[in-house]
């Protein structure tokens, strides 16, 4: 896909029934997230004001002013000595999965992160959900955890991979 008609800006709030439906249509396929049922915009509403412009944003991506993808950081462990640190988390529409999106918000990401702070970024990642683990290899992202059977999907013991790279 062409980039140059893609558009990163920080999410609004009226931006929310989106960025939920484009993670709900990750739900069944049990690769990407730990959630067993689609999430409401409501339950949502609260991660949703957790980020901020200039610590820890929350960007969609639009193509033709219709949005295509997201990316969330989201403060690790929650301690003031964890500034430094994000994980951070992508979701693409179905229709535009493959194109290039992933790869266009986690150049972002990178790009920006010491702009916000960062000095680190992580990965949560299910360790078969090659998609993902692919994206973030490419970036340079290594393996700093594994965490064998953590999650049950359907009755299927899934690994949790924690991949890291530093930005500063």
Known sequence: ??????????????????????????????????????????SREAWFHEHSDDFRPLWVVEKDQAICGWLSFQSFYGRPAYNGTAEISIYVDESYRGCGIGRYLMEKAIEDGPSLGLKTLLGFIFGHNDPSLNLFRKFGFEKWAHLPGIAELDGIERDLLILGKRID
């Open 1 to 42: 896909m062409n980039t140059e008609h893609l558009q990163i800006r920080d999410a609004h709030l009226e931006d929310l029934p989106e960025i939920v439906r484009i993670y709900n249509t990750t739900v069944a396929g049990r690769m990407v997230t730990a959630d067993t049922e689609p999430v409401t915009t409501a």
